[in-house]
């Protein structure tokens, strides 16, 4: 629940800071919406394998007669399911609070499903590597925050050119390829730094 | 007869230090290994090395004479370690656990059965979070009657627990070894197991 929360107050908090104009909203309304998905998933990434680590239940993962990526997929399904999935339900509410068209709405949902799977699964390698250590939510942002820039400006500039009435197949395109591209290899690299972080 | 689980010349470290050089042992079926040694004199090291959680600095585990880093997989589905914290999920009841166990392990017995042998079925269905650390350490017990596995690694297992489940699990270690499985134990405690053969491994002396 509280990746959603977090994710509409970052956005009712900017018309308030910047300007309330329409025209305004609008010019900034793409941005506002990716970046603050980003923040909220970076939010919710620490407990991915937190509790897992303390427990001692991701030594026993890690020893099964499983592949551990195979374990690490699962898991990262389950994640996206219960932080970033909520996020595209809600997601319309921003679209027009933001006052862009209608039309956008679609679009905006689109960009979250085909950019979140990347986002949970290029943070998930953050964690998997600061996992071991107290407090490594700043180390985390630190390391991940920076990689989510493709993600960010693909996912705002298609939204931003729904508004305008332009083609979105090219951005959407590339949300895809990127969400792909981190579902098939960051599994086996979240694997390994998992078993580096417990030797 | 060939050895169940063969090291030579292992040489463990933490960190920086190095723990323990030169080890070499064998374990075979019907065999208890204990090893005993003062605080931080590499105990659960050697316990996690040869878990496969942490790599040996050098030297060789052989598994039935093959080395374990070429048949990993093999080695894993035959070796269960139980570590120091209980890996029992406080958010799940003592049913669920061994339900997840049971699936990521491969099990041979129901895991309600499980429960009743270790004597905790009564709690089953209580969440994980409500029972006492005794009580989560059966949990966590359990799986050595959930699944096959010949070889037994645990780092203090009887840590916790009553009079009655030290008994109990003296019994299971017993049975385990009379079938030809062997297990691998650092204890502090004094550990009679019948008839089976308990070497013991000293560390930290040299």
Known sequence: ??????????????????????????????????????????????????????????????????????????KLFAHWLVTALPLIFVSPLLVLLYQLPVSSVAVALLTLAAGTPAITATGALGVALTVSVRRGGVL????????????????????????????????????MALSVLSISLMPWAIAAALRITLE | MTSMLRIEKLTISRGERTL?????????????????GPNGSGKTTLLRTLATLSPPLSGTIYWQDHEISDITEVYRSKMLFLGHIP??????????NL?????????????????????????????CRHLSAGQLRRVALARLVL????????????????????????????????????????????????????????????
Do not use: C
Request: avoid cysteine; hydrophobic fraction near 55%.
């Open chain 2, 147 to 206: 699944t096959a596995a010949p070889l037994w690694i645990l780092d203090e297992p009887f840590t916790a627990l009553d009079r009655q489940t030290i008994d109990g699990l003296s019994t299971l270690l017993e049975e385990h070894l009379a079938e030809g499985g062997s297990a691998i134990i650092t204890t502090h405690q004094r550990l009679s197991l019948g008839q089976a053969s308990v070497s013991r491994l000293s560390l930290g002396t040299g």
């Open chain 2, 87 to 96: 890996a029992v999920k406080l958010d799940l009841t003592p049913l669920e």
């Open chain 1, 1 to 74: 629940m509280n990746p959603v929360v977090f994710f509409l107050l970052i956005a009712a908090l900017f018309p308030l800071a910047v300007s309330i104009a329409p025209e305004n909203l609008r010019a900034i309304g793409p941005g506002v919406f990716w970046v603050a998905a980003v923040l909220a998933s970076v939010l919710s990434m620490e407990q991915l394998f937190r509790s897992d680590f303390d427990d001692g239940t991701l030594e026993q993962f890690a020893i099964a007669p499983q592949a551990l990526s195979v374990v690490v997929l699962a």
């Open chain 2, 20 to 36: 323990a050089t030169d080890l070499n042992f064998q374990v075979n079926p019907g065999d208890a290994l204990v090893t005993e």
């Open chain 1, 140 to 175: 985390l942002s630190l390391l991940v925050l920076p990689l989510y820039v493709p993600v960010l400006i693909f996912g705002a500039s298609a939204i931003d050119q729904a508004a305008h009435n332009l083609p979105v197949q090219g951005p959407l395109l590339f949300l």
């Open chain 2, 99 to 127: 339900k997840v166990y049971a699936r990521l392990a491969g099990a041979v017995t129901e895991p309600s059965a499980a429960l009743e042998r270790m004597g905790i079925q009564r709690y089953a269905a209580i969440l």
